[in-house]
């Protein structure tokens, strides 16, 4: 049995949420998030709070429980507060900067890469070496951080690449440059 799916989700004031043809919809402050449900699965909200209720105990059914508990918070979260990822920039000579609606990043290759701001996504770049993600869908802020990362992955000798902010990059000790055995 899923401890997770029992637990009922708070629901803000300004927050409805609605659950028709196997589609949740949340709406808040912020948007409006939607969710496909597959599977046995039923949402009761009564008052201020929302519940995930099975409808029967095919196998799977638990672990779709806890699923479509833990999405209809963050969507609860999302409309409400949003969400946001922070990432550092660490090299010499690197920055970006914001233009329009697209993220110009110079790390070190030979021209400047863009990245185009996805739909429902917000760049901000606070200093040169910082860029801020924010959203209210949980799953496409951290999606697009995690691109944004790929394009140049932290490397452990000098600590150079685009790092979430709370990331922590295992250093490696590089050539000792001693003598050798002859």
Request: aromatic share 6%; with cysteine; net charge positive.
């Amino acid at each position: 049995m899923s401890r997770i799916g029992k637990l009922p989700v708070a629901l803000p004031a300004g927050v409805t949420v609605t659950f028709e043809n196997g589609l949740i919809t949340v709406k808040g402050g912020k948007g409006t998030l939607t969710q496909k449900v597959v599977g046995d699965i039923d949402i009761k909200v009564n008052g201020a709070e929302a519940e995930v209720v099975k409808t029967s105990e095919a196998a799977g059914t638990d672990a779709m429980h806890g699923l479509y508990r833990a999405l209809l918070h963050n969507m609860v979260v999302g409309v409400t507060e949003g969400y946001k990822k922070t990432l550092k920039v660490n090299g010499v000579g690197w920055k970006v900067a914001k233009q329009g609606n697209k993220l110009v990043m110079n790390v070190g290759f030979s021209h400047p890469v863009e990245f185009v701001e996805p739909e429902g996504i917000k760049f901000e770049c606070p200093s040169p070496n910082e860029i801020v993600v924010s959203g209210i869908d949980k799953t496409v802020v951290g999606q697009t951080a995690a691109n944004i990362r790929k394009i140049r992955v932290p490397e452990p000798y000098h600590g150079y690449g685009i790092a979430y902010s709370d990331e922590v990059i295992e250093r490696k000790e590089g050539k000792t440059g001693g003598k050798g055995k002859k």
